[in-house]
């Protein structure tokens, strides 16, 4: 895999002599693969089967990361869409066809929202396809008879949909549905043989879900919400071993992680008066250097641009903010090479801004010959992508384009980087 500093350095440096024969063949299902996305977008769904039907025609192996052109990946998942459009026109039994068919090459399950989808529409599919049930020949029945059967059909259904999201792990819904079986067997004294069992995978469900949010809480840094989770499931089993555990590490990186933290200014000791506001211009730069450490970019540049307007030019905070602006730039091109047009211009957008800052000087010309180059393909690609007939993407790029060559007159952008059309367009603007 090519890293971020490869690609950045690879578009600035004069390739482009390298030709991939599989472009063709690549464009040829992709080209239909991306008609049929945007027919299903705009719930064209017979249009969107016969394109997603001849992209299978030529690709019929349904996978992840799947190659297109130069080195874009995409998730190729024919047979899901294919379903999921047959579903929304009411097919069920193609629906259920294409959709058993996108469980058989697996790629599905590495999408966990996607799989957990398809696997709830395949029952509907199921049910809605499934023989009526024959009407009993009986005498007649009472009324309180039928609302009993009624009730034990319901509480049926609830216990079985519940262990159907226990079994892909959506707690939350199993949570929901044992709730409604245990609520209609005491309110209707029905089944009151189920009523234990009902209540024990409730109790798991309800356990599972808190260890769920827990972890969240640990992988977005709320520790001390992870904690009081921990304690909370503690009180109920004390003798739970996993959950000690969990506790002790949560508690672990919410030390560690305060001691990435900058020391609090009122315990700190007292620094002596140093004029001309360079005494809080390096609080300041301190303090921008702690969260870009955080990853927190967004307030590590406010940091810099208040030391900048303390301390004009201060080679410190320019530093910082370019190493922001490049933070910024290679998140844009990850997304844009992981086919992500939308949030990688974005990131792009924010690179731009802060280059853009006056006066900033010194600025480093290759993160802004690749800023402007990224930027410009991302428009020139949603000019393609959108069917933009009014050419503004296209003259918003080309003043980009003549951005890069001002700043660089023998930049060459690397071929093998950009779909033919993107090249092209590029190459001709250069000529």
């Known amino acids: ?38 027919a299903f977008k705009l719930k064209n769904y017979s249009q969107a089967i016969s394109n997603y039907t001849e992209a299978i025609k030529l ?15 995409i998730d190729y998942l024919p047979y899901y869409y294919t379903g999921l459009s047959y579903f929304n026109l009411g097919n069920y039994e193609q629906a259920q066809k294409y959709f058993t068919e996108s469980l058989r090459w697996g790629a599905i399950k590495g999408r966990e ?32 008879e039928v609302k009993e059967s009624q009730n034990a059909i319901q509480i049926s259904q609830y216990i079985t ?41 409730l109790a798991e469900a309800i356990h599972a879900e808190r260890l769920a949010q827990a972890d969240d809480f640990v992988k977005q840094n709320r520790f001390d919400e992870a904690i009081s989770m921990y304690q909370t499931l503690l009180k109920e089993d004390r003798s739970d071993e996993k959950v000690k555990s969990l506790l002790k590490q949560a508690q672990f990186a919410r030390e560690r992680f305060l001691k990435t933290l900058p020391p609090d200014s009122s ?33 590590a540049r406010d940091k810099f641009e208040a030391v900048l307007q303390l301390v004009p030019n201060n080679p410190d905070a320019v530093q910082g903010l370019q190493s922001i602006a490049a933070q910024f730039l290679n998140k ?18 924010k690179a731009i801004d802060i280059l853009s800052i006056q006066p900033l000087p010194s600025i480093n010309s290759k993160i802004l010959v690749n800023t402007y180059l990224f930027k410009a393909v991302v428009l020139i690609e949603k000019h393609f992508l959108d069917e933009d007939t009014s050419g503004i993407e296209l003259k918003e790029a080309e003043e980009f384009i003549s951005k ?14 950009f779909s033919p059309r993107v090249f092209a367009y590029l190459d001709q603007k250069k000529k």
């Open 59 to 73: 690709k019929n192996e349904a996978k992840l990361g799947c190659k297109t052109w130069g080195v874009r990946l």
């Open 113 to 144: 929202d996607l799989f957990k989808d398809l696997n709830r529409k395949l029952e509907i599919c199921k049910e809605k396809l499934a023989p009526p049930v024959q009407e009993p020949t009986t005498p007649v029945v009472t009324h309180t």
């Open 332 to 349: 844009g091109i990850e997304l844009y090479f992981n086919g992500d047009i939308v949030s990688s211009e974005q990131f792009l957008n």
């Open 161 to 201: 949909e519940g262990d159907k999201f226990r079994t892909i792990g959506d707690f939350a819904s199993a949570h929901k549905q044992y709730s409604n079986a245990k609520n209609l067997i005491e309110l209707s004294g029905e089944k009151t043989n189920l009523l234990g069992d009902v209540t024990r995978k």
């Open 267 to 299: 315990t700190a000791t007292p620094t002596p008066v140093i004029p001309n506001g360079e005494q809080n211009s390096a609080t300041l730069l301190e303090q921008g250097k702690q969260l870009v450490k955080q990853g927190n970019w967004q307030n």
């Open 404 to 417: 890069i060559y001002s700043i660089d007159p023998g930049f060459k952008p690397a071929k093998e980087y």
């Open 1 to 38: 895999m090519i890293s971020h500093k490869t690609k950045i350095t690879c578009v600035s440096v004069m390739l482009g002599l390298v030709v991939f024969s599989s472009f063709l063949c690549a464009e040829e299902w992709f080209g239909y693969y991306e008609k049929a996305e945007k």
